[in-house]
């Protein structure tokens, strides 16, 4: 157990240097802005003393260096700075909540992210591995072929496409779900789960075909081994092989490419959550990108980056875990 | 009530499928006997539940063709997906019958083994190319051209009887843009950028990877660690990044955006393209061939482009296709998001921005949807047929696998 140990001890401390390394690329290509935050908070018709109070208030006449750590130690204190945006736009945008600072305009939409993240989970798991066995079971048959197309399609359209052609035929055409999902705090569960059960369809179906065609690829690479043979001679039905036999031994695989595949999610999210206004964390980032609302782009984008590094981090001790080789060293 | 309705047909299906399989037990074919007897109950409801699937869309097709307007607004676009996939079906088949006739032993012979899918989609992009170069041509009006006293009409059609204009066959934008001729250039903008992009990408990824496998030691470890740090952030999220701050510098400096984002998405694909070069490159170098011509004395720049570079060619080439569907995508999804493809340049990602909102009405007209269908299906069509394509070469590379 101890090898395991240190090969997940090893991961964590490597995913730990990237996260590092990660925070100082994205901290060193928002500095490299021409102009200042002062000039970008008070706009052009700035006096040089109003500049220099509000770089003195702010620590910008600081080095870079002192600042990366002032801005690092702030964000694992959780205190993520101040918006720009918050003191120009808050009037108008609607959301305000009194909300003051990036870390409580984030909150909430972080919760509702990993909401909608949840649900598709939820859902694409597992129909993606039901249908990855049956496209093994009945491999290069009609079915296989008509699934192999179906996900290759959508796999291969943007996300938009597959959200609008959605809304046409689930919310316009058959008013089954609503096209908005405008959720709000205290919104009762059944509620919140009809409303956002567009955006998360759509983010299903763009990660099924991946996990799918992985899950089939898994489970008919094994197939050619002997043990199934032995397996398919002892008179097994070809379901009972595939489910007992084939599957227990292609779950690293699989589970690798789950955790990939909700890594993936993160960025299939800011989309999805613009098409459908679904307010979470996606929905912030873009607005705030078109604003060039510079402190809260860097807030979303570390935590965008954390979560990807974390569940690609699971990907790997979840596979080395799923290793018995591993597990139990001679 | 509904719900009965539901299980009654489902209770209804085992049964068919039961006795489907009962039946044909019974007959007596002898090459169809081992088939029913071995066939798990399961198999035959597939049967049944796709023989219902095919009967529901045939009965579909025609109630998109019903005279009752409410009902044929429900079933328009089920309508001409299907009339789309048969059209589709068909340009394929005859265009591989037209390969396997036509043209030079080696062509007769790479189409006579070609999935439908896979003609479908050379002849996609065959299609696709020929829009995007001679789209000045094709184009009834300008990208840019707003035509005056025109109102914003976005039912196809030209039907001057429900408000079209026949001078306008997809209706106009919202500031009295041809729809048609904008759709046309799209062609011309995001696949001329996207492909741009992707060859951009590949000259970056591809120098540094065969360097990097060439002269390893201290310039791989560095670019490779720059790379794993470059991969560990979200490629769409770091896009969005760079493009905030490229749109701070971008009127400082005069460049358009545009410039800006190619270069931006081609440096973030080049670290796949990077890692894929190195390791072709890595299986290369320590071949004798290469031995030799180092003892030859030859310098980097022949080893790299004429020992390496004909030699890992092909596994770069379905790499190509890959890649430029997700720069396509990436470029695609900024467009849609507002900070891609910059206005007046026409691209199919914006156009569903732009008007998006219409599909809401498809409810009372259909063709009110159609524009943003045609843009978001424009890009959906490309990366599909490109995907068959690169799917039929894998295939074919790796042999019979299975």
């Known amino acids: ?330 | 009530m509904m719900w009965y309705w539901y299980l009654a047909v489902l209770v209804g299906m085992c049964g068919l499928a039961w006795l489907f399989r009962w039946k044909g037990q019974q007959m007596d074919w002898s090459e169809f006997n081992n088939k029913f007897r071995d066939m798990p109950y399961s198999v035959a409801f597939g049967y049944v539940l796709g023989l219902a699937i095919l009967l529901w869309l045939y009965w579909a097709y025609f109630q998109g063709h019903s005279l009752h307007q409410e009902t044929a607004n429900k079933f328009f676009f089920l309508r001409i997906a299907i009339e789309g996939f048969i059209i589709f079906a068909i340009a394929a088949w005859v265009f591989r019958l037209f390969g396997r006739n036509v043209g030079t032993a080696g062509t007769k012979k790479l189409f006579r083994s070609m999935p439908l899918t896979a003609s479908f989609g050379i002849l996609t992009i065959l299609i696709y190319a020929i829009f995007a170069i001679f789209a000045g041509a094709i184009a009834p009006y300008g990208q840019e051209s707003i035509i005056p006293g025109v109102a914003a009409n976005i039912i196809p059609g030209g039907d001057p009887e429900l408000g079209g204009n026949p001078d306008f066959p997809l209706g106009t934008d919202q500031i009295g843009r041809d729809i048609l001729s904008r759709l046309i250039y799209g062609a011309q903008n995001t696949v001329g950028i996207a492909f741009a992009t992707t060859v951009l990408a590949f000259l970056l990824g591809g120098t540094f990877g065969f360097l990097a496998a060439t002269l390893g030691g201290w310039l791989d470890q560095l670019l490779s660690r720059a790379v794993d740090v470059l991969m560990a952030i979200p490629s769409l999220i770091f896009a969005l990044l760079l493009m905030t701050i490229a749109s701070v510098w971008a009127p400082q400096l005069g460049i358009p955006l545009t410039v800006f984002m190619v270069v931006i998405i081609a440096v973030i694909d080049s670290t796949r393209v990077y890692r894929l070069a190195r390791a072709v490159g890595q299986n290369i170098v320590v071949m004798d061939y290469i031995e030799a011509a180092k003892l030859r004395g030859e310098g980097l720049g022949y080893l790299v482009f004429k020992e390496i570079l004909p030699n890992a060619t092909a596994p770069l080439l379905a790499e190509f296709g890959l890649r430029f569907c997700f720069v396509f995508l990436t470029i695609a999804a900024l467009s849609f998001l507002g900070v891609g493809i910059q206005p007046p340049l026409a691209d199919w990602g914006t156009m569903v921005r732009d008007l998006g909102g219409f599909v809401n009405f498809a409810q009372f007209a259909p063709m009110a949807a159609t524009a943003p269908l045609l843009a978001a299906g424009a890009i959906a069509l490309l990366t599909v047929a490109v995907n068959f394509v690169v799917d039929w070469m894998l295939q074919k590379s790796s042999g019979l696998k299975e």
């Not at chain 1, 994205?26 to 500049?51: C, H, K, R, S, Y």
């Not at chain 1, 999902?181 to 179906?205: D, Q, Y």
């Not at chain 1, 991946?210 to 094994?222: Q, S």
């Not at chain 1, 860097?298 to 954390?306: D, E």
Request: one cysteine or more; proline letters at 5%; a neutral charge.
């Open chain 1, 1 to 330: 157990m101890g090898n395991v140990l240190t090969i997940i001890l090893q991961r964590l401390a490597l995913g730990l240097l990237t996260l590092l390394i990660v925070s100082i690329v994205i901290f060193v290509a928002v500095n490299l802005l021409p102009g200042n935050f002062a000039e970008a908070i008070l706009g052009q018709g700035a006096t040089p003393d109003a500049i220099a109070s509000i770089e003195r208030d702010l620590g910008l006449d600081q080095p870079l260096v002192t600042r990366y750590f002032q801005w690092l130690g702030g964000v694992l204190r959780g205190d993520l700075g101040t918006s720009f945006a918050q003191a120009n736009f808050a009037s108008f945008s609607g959301t305000t909540s009194g909300a003051t600072t990036i870390a409580e305009q984030i909150a909430p939409r972080f919760g509702n992210t990993m909401f909608l993240a949840m649900i598709t989970a939820a859902i694409a798991v597992p129909f993606s591995i039901i249908l990855g066995i049956l496209a093994a079971l009945y491999r290069n048959t009609v079915f296989d072929r008509a699934t192999n197309i179906f996900t290759l399609t959508s796999i291969s359209s943007p996300e938009f496409f597959l959200a609008y052609i959605l809304i046409l035929f689930l919310a316009v055409l058959n008013p089954i779900f609503p096209s908005l999902s405008n959720i709000f705090e205290g919104m009762p569960f059944s509620e919140r789960v009809e409303k956002s059960m567009l955006p998360a369809l759509t983010l299903t179906l763009v990660v099924t075909a991946h996990m799918m065609r992985m899950t089939r690829a898994a489970i008919i690479n094994l197939l050619a081994s002997p043990y199934i043979e032995m397996a398919r001679l002892k008179g097994l039905s070809p379901m009972r092989v595939i489910v007992k036999h084939a599957l227990p031994n292609a779950l690293a695989p699989i589970i690798n490419v789950i955790a990939l595949n909700l890594a993936y999610l993160i960025t299939g999210v800011v989309v999805v959550e613009v098409v459908f206004v679904y307010p979470g964390i996606g929905q912030l980032f873009v607005d705030s990108v078109k604003i060039r609302d510079i402190p809260v782009v860097q807030a979303c984008c570390l935590i965008f980056a954390t979560a990807f590094i974390l569940l690609n981090l699971t990907a790997d001790i979840m596979s080395i875990l799923s290793n018995p080789r591993l597990r139990h060293p001679k």
